[in-house]
């Protein structure tokens, strides 16, 4: 019994805490962006950084230039589509350069 009555709280924090309705594209905008400067920032790191030759460089320099304008600041005027697809696009870059590397 004592356990069930700790599952009631826990259930009512879980179910307070869900949106109600639609993400919008904000928050859309905002958890790309997390996982954007996530993987630039394991691809940064000292250990893997030192491992990229010149053409990764320019490829991990052109698309973080390339993706900054819209997690940074106000963002180019594009549809909430248009930037989420450029920001997934970033992400998978540094995913797979991070993942090349190590």
Known sequence: MKRYLLLAP??????AGCP???ITPAATALATCDQFAAALHVVSQPTVFAKLNATTINLVTTTRDGVQ???TGPAPDVNATISSIAIDAGTKVLTAVAAGVQ
């Open 10 to 15: 826990i259930l009512c924090l879980m179910l």
């Open 20 to 22: 109600a309705g639609p």
């Open 69 to 71: 304008p819209f997690c």
